[in-house]
């Protein structure tokens, strides 16, 4: 019989291969494949149970956790539509407390007002540690719940059929028996005894340790509450502790995936040991490597590693060992010599010859846990490799797996997406991480690559390569283990900051670098199929005049050799009217390969070498080709799209001056690979936000290229890079792509530093090539052109769609509608931008393609700052394009004060970014200062909120009210005093800000400081702007209040001592700050407010009524002790929500407390209060306190009818 999709009406979730493998076995009938419905990249098991046609869905290997079974559902229900619900059945982990064995089953069914499943690690973490867990997952439909019930009852009377339904099963499939046996034993360690030994199994575990148990034969099966979770519960306390809070009898990790959106049964056979603890040991290995792939997400390290791997593929094997053995390099390598400084001139080989000493330090280091090492090439063809923030990020990502730096990493990541406004790597916490790192070993070893190709041009008043060499004068200074070896030319800069590293200048050798040469020739001449077919005269002949001329020069050598290479004969004749014509040098080499370019070709050559010298990332040669039919002086700019060529034909025009380069790997390379695939979950709220879909940018993820020899005819090392290697692939490109056209979607890069330093250099305008003279100010105006021109293009097409398609349709769309800002920077015409910036419908297009402000409504969490495209004013505002928003505003008499966008306006927008020259044009064009709107409601909150000094100095003399309220912190001097802002606060109050005025999350400013620690604000607050102390708001209640929250013991000493801060004021949540400081278990706070400021013990207040009754329900199990035993707290006083430290006890669970309050406390077992009548009442009511019952009855409690 032939099915289709619609005859399955029964879905089946399997996670693991085991439990995929027990579905297939338990089918009646396995049914054929059916042909896969679009977008469902499920592998589905079809068959028939009974009268039931059943589809199974197992995860991809190795990948497990809530979102993968999510997803796998979804295109279950998707594909299969007359699927109604599904079964989620596999293994878990079960509770021993509810006499849960090994190989028994749990079946979910709903509990009180639950339903059969929660997700216990859905919640908010609040303040202080406390943990809300946000409801439950969706209820089963009646008839699922009803067949459940029917078959418990069936089995209460007859038994179940587990074991008849097993032994078919092996029955019918004898080779799953060793590996599906049910377990013959039962071991149960102690809850607090931590598992022993890397293996899996318990074979190293403490027997002493073991609990002993009634036997029992045959499997039970339990109905109850299945907890499902992203993370294995390994601990054993918290596993009792959910189970005694909720309930909840069996642990899984896929169920809440489901139920989210899907009706579904969940049941889970519980596993052995074994079997749980390679799959904790799977998870864990899965949740680390997810977190720190997040972190490196957010690091954005480039990755030095291809720059190595294409280095050493280069290298003949024995060249530059002259470097590893000198006297210099291996004192260096011992420690005897702090810095090494190896330079020498473009083209003579010294990034293989790094790779030579990176090979020998891995192998140095290797099995060392005394010596650390790492390495950074700086790059001239690409952006991200070129300052000392990209190499500081990168040498923080290759240690990111060791700990303690890994633990570093991963806490200022957390911290950076608490704070919200930290939303990029702090360079302090980097380097400090770094320093640590550093510390950790007996020495350090960083090898530098190419340290002139960091750029000189300026960054405020020092260039990007001054500001590397004074860091890493700093970081040697701070790091004393670090050994550093730095190649470069030799220039003058570089030359003196080495001076004052200290740092031996070693010097390419030129009879060292020829040595290299010749065996680098002579493996050319013997084993490249053409030139190995010379006679062996020749040969001798080409070896003699390539050392005569070379003169260290390995980049020489490598382009000479491969104009042999293309020699059309190998005749003796040919060869020698080669060598007789060689050039001297690469100036010449250069020169003669761009003569060769057709005349009729030289527009484009020239329009390509702007665009591969000047783009802000590596192009693919679809790109490339796409560029070359922009003009964007014809007419209005035109891009014709009918005299599209070939992309291989980049490759042709170019051939000699540019290789092919690879896409960079993630820094952690295959040790962290993605084991789940939903990263974004948390943005799916806001992905959705949008009425029309939008173009999937992905230019971030291919901003991270590198060089490789692939394919490539040319040299493909960085800088300085001379061939040490085995020739190169000679492939014929234009077949290559015939055959599968694989290479055009491969990037790009001018083989060598010295290619575009000849082409920018003033030698080439004394040469007949001199119009590929390159001029960056020039180039770049050009591209901002083509850039703008393609834009409008897009946006004027009848082929755009707005969607996810249009890239396939417009190849350089991706990359200008990231990058055209970035080209307009530093242009004199900016009409292009500004006629595009003009058209709110060119802007709406665009942002469907590229959203620039997208990263903030994502760390803000603001979904309304996607829903409204803002302005062409704001986004050139945002952009800091100054021209352009002066142009519009004189030109185009734009509104000024549009909303729209994350910051609203332009101006919060260039006053959050802090372009003070757009601040000043926007004000002095009459732009609203006091405009509200956008995430925080004025420009002058924004500038505070990032401490931009200067523009909240312009604003407030142009009149922005600095009491205005709005916005999640209030008002102005909140949002500094949040942020610990205090030189603004200062500002702020000698322009009149209220410093009592109430309003945002906090109340005051000074309730605001307080809440988050800021020390010296709160003190400028009370010194200057004579901030009331005792003030209070509805949540944080004082000043003194919010710091004990915190156990800030000095802030609180100077409210109390020096400001008369009353230490029993009452108000807030919390009620007191002795009540705040129990709660949150701040023992020397305590100690502190009651015994050196007589803070009142028994002050009833707030939600939890007294201190005793908050430390009980907090489970501060010293602090009760403290208060009871020292204090002599009234442990029968009725007050707040809970009413009595009984109650509070019973209902949290803490059995501890419980027994120090009636045997130390003597609290009364049978006090009543008017919810719960009495603690016993309360552990009946609260789920999983049967224990606490127990205690209480056993202390003589009257047990009460409920």
């Known amino acids: ?50 009268s039931h046609n059943v589809v199974i869905a197992g995860l991809p290997e190795g990948v497990i956790g809530t979102n993968a079974a999510g997803h796998a559902a979804t295109n279950l229900f998707r594909s299969f539509c007359n699927v109604r619900f599904a079964f989620m059945v596999g293994v878990g982990g ?80 004898p080779l799953l028996k060793p590996d599906f046996e049910r377990p013959s034993d039962d071991n149960l360690y102690d809850p607090a005894y931590v598992h022993t030994g890397a293996k899996a199994d318990c074979s190293k575990c403490d027997t002493g340790k073991l609990i002993k148990r009634e036997h029992r034969d045959a499997p039970v099966i339990h109905y109850g509450l299945i907890g499902s979770g992203n993370q294995i519960l ?50 864990e290995e899965a949740h680390r ?25 280069l290298r003949e094997p024995g060249t530059g060992s002259w470097l590893v053995e000198s006297a210099a390099y291996v004192q260096w390598k011992a420690g005897s010599i702090k810095h090494l400084w190896l330079h020498g001139k473009a083209g003579c080989g010294k990034s293989v010859i790094v790779a030579t000493i990176v090979e020998d330090i891995r192998s140095y280091c290797k099995d060392r846990t005394d010596v650390g090492c790492a390495m950074f090439y700086f790059t001239f063809s690409d952006i991200k490799k070129q300052s000392y923030q990209d190499c500081l990020r990168s040498l923080v990502a290759q240690i990111a797996s060791r700990d303690p730096t890994s633990t570093m990493l991963l806490q200022a990541y957390q911290a950076s997406r608490s704070s919200m406004l930290e939303f990029l790597p702090r360079e302090e916490s980097l380097e400090e991480i770094l320093v640590s790192a550093i510390q950790f070993y007996d020495q350090f070893l960083l090898i530098l690559d190419a340290l002139d190709e960091s750029p000189d041009t300026l960054e405020g008043n020092h260039t990007t390569r001054q500001k590397l060499l004074k860091w890493l004068q700093s970081l040697s200074l701070k790091a004393p283990k670090l050994r550093i070896l730095a190649t470069s030319r030799h220039l003058k800069d570089i030359q003196d900051e080495m001076g004052v590293l200290e740092a031996q200048p070693v010097s390419m050798i030129t009879d060292f670098i020829n040595k290299d040469i010749k065996k680098y020739l002579k493996s050319q001449l013997s084993d490249d199929p053409r030139l190995s077919r010379f006679n062996p005269a020749i040969k001798t002949r080409v070896e003699d005049v390539f050392m005569e001329k070379a003169d260290g020069m390995f980049r020489w050598a490598y382009c000479q050799m491969r104009e042999l290479k293309n020699l059309r004969s190998t005749r003796a004749s040919y060869v020698e009217k080669a060598l007789l014509n060689l050039p001297q040098t690469l100036d010449e080499t250069y020169r003669r390969m761009i003569e060769r370019i057709p005349s009729e070709l030289h527009n484009d050559a020239l329009v390509l070498l702007k665009w591969l010298a000047y783009s802000q990332r590596p192009l693919t040669l679809e790109e490339l080709s796409e560029a070359m039919i922009i003009d964007p ?37 295959s040790q962290y690979d993605d084991l789940e695939s939903d990263q974004n979950e948390t943005d799916s709220d806001e992905d959705n936000t949008e009425s029309t879909p939008s173009v999937t940018d992905s230019d971030e993820d291919n901003t991270e290229s590198t060089q490789s020899e692939t394919g490539s005819d040319e040299d493909n090392m960085n800088s300085d890079k001379g061939s040490m290697g085995p020739d190169e692939d000679d492939t014929d490109y234009s077949e ?17 530093f010295s290619v575009q330093e000849y082409l920018e250099s003033t030698r080439i305008l004394e040469s007949n090539v001199k119009v590929f003279h390159l001029q960056k100010t020039r180039e770049q105006q050009f591209l901002s052109d083509c850039c703008m021109v393609y834009l409008m293009y897009y946006v004027g097409s009848n082929k755009t769609t707005k969607t996810k398609k249009d890239p396939n349709k417009f190849p350089l769309l991706q990359y200008v509608a990231r990058f055209w800002y970035e080209h307009c920077q530093d242009v004199d015409d900016i009409s292009l931008p500004a006629q595009f910036l003009h058209s709110q419908s060119s802007v709406a297009c665009w942002t469907s393609v590229h959203r ?26 945002f952009m800091g394009l100054s021209s352009v928003v002066k142009t519009l505003i004189e030109e185009y008499k734009v509104d000024l004060n549009a909303h729209g966008g994350v910051f609203d306006t332009a101006l919060q927008a260039s006053s959050f970014i802090g372009y003070e020259q757009i601040v000043r044009t ?82 005051t400013a000074l309730i605001t400081a307080a809440s988050n620690g800021k020390e010296q604000v709160v003190r400028t607050l009370i010194e200057e702007g004579k901030a009331n102390v005792n003030a209070q708001s509805a949540e944080f209640g004082t000043p003194l209040i919010a710091v004990s929250r915190l156990g800030k013991e000095k802030i609180a000493r100077m409210l109390i001592e020096e400001c008369k801060a009353n230490v029993n004021g009452q108000g807030g949540f919390y009620g007191t700050a002795l009540i705040a400081a129990c709660y949150y278990g701040r023992e020397k706070m305590v100690k502190m407010l009651i015994e050196e400021y007589k803070a009142d013990v028994n002050a009833q207040y707030g939600e939890y009524g007294n201190a005793l009754i908050a430390a009980c329900y907090g489970g501060r199990e010293k602090i009760v002790r403290m208060l009871i035993e020292e204090y002599n707290a009234d442990a029968n006083a009725q007050c707040g929500s809970l009413h009595t430290a009984l109650v509070a006890s019973s209902l949290s669970g803490h059995e501890s407390i419980v027994k120090i309050l009636i045997e130390e406390g003597k609290a009364n077992v049978n006090a009543q209060s008017e919810e719960f009548d009495t603690a016993l009442h309360a552990a009946y009511k609260s789920k999983g306190r049967e224990h606490i019952a127990r205690l209480l009855i056993s202390y003589g409690t009257v047990e009460m009818p409920l």
């Not at 209005?636 to 540019?658: A, Q």
């Open 289 to 313: 490597s997810k977190e720190l792939r997040e972190t490196m997400k957010w690091l954005a390290p480039s990755d030095p590693e291809t720059n190595y791997r294409s280095a050493l593929e």
């Open 852 to 877: 620039v402000d997208e990263k903030w409504t994502k760390i803000f969490r603001y979904k309304d700052g996607r829903r409204r495209t803002g302005s062409g004013l704001y986004y050139a505002a």
């Open 94 to 173: 079960g509770v021993p407390a509810a006499n849960i064995r090994l190989g028994d089953v749990v079946v979910s069914i709903p509990e009180c007002q639950t339903g059969g499943v929660i997700q216990y690690d859905l919640g908010t973490n609040l303040q202080g540690g406390e943990f809300v867990r946000k409801g439950f997952l969706r209820d089963l439909p009646s008839e699922v719940l009803t067949a459940v019930k029917k078959l418990r009852a069936t089995a209460r009377r007859k038994g179940h059929k587990l074991k008849t339904y097993y032994d078919e099963m092996l029955k019918d499939n």
């Open 1 to 50: 019989m032939t099915y289709t999709h619609e005859d399955y009406t029964v879905g089946w979730i399997a996670a693991l291969s085991d439990e995929l493998t027990s579905a297939q076995a338990l089918l009646d009938d396995e049914h054929d494949a059916l042909a896969a419905v679009k977008g469902d990249h499920n592998a589905y098991t079809l068959g028939r149970i009974g």
């Open 736 to 752: 290559q792509a015939s055959q599968g056209g694989s290479c055009v979607t491969r990037s790009i890069r001018l083989a060598h």
């Open 633 to 669: 002086y014809s007419g209005d700019g035109v891009v014709d799209t009918n005299d599209r060529g070939s992309p291989e034909d980049v490759l042709e025009i170019l051939s000699g001056l540019i290789v092919f380069i690879e896409p960079e790997e993630a820094i952690l390379g």
């Open 234 to 283: 390994r601990n054993a306390t918290l596993r009792d502790q959910l189970y005694e809070d909720e309930g909840i009898i069996c642990f899984e990790m896929e169920a809440a995936g489901l139920m989210r959106n899907f009706e579904c049964l969940v049941i889970r056979g519980i596993c052995v040991d074994e079997n749980v603890r390679k799959l904790v040991i799977q998870t």
């Open 922 to 1003: 926007l004000i002095e064009n009459k732009a609203d200062v006091n405009a509200q709107g956008g995430w925080y409601n004025t420009a002058l909150q924004a500038a505070c909120g990032v401490g931009r000094e200067q523009i909240v100095k312009i604003l407030i003399e142009n009149g922005a009210n600095v009491n205005i309220q709005g916005g999640m912190s209030g008002n102005a001097l909140n949002e500094a005093s949040h942020r610990g802002k205090e030189k603004i606060v200062r500002i702020l109050l000698e322009n009149g800000a209220n410093v009592n005025a109430e309003s945002g999350v906090y109340g």
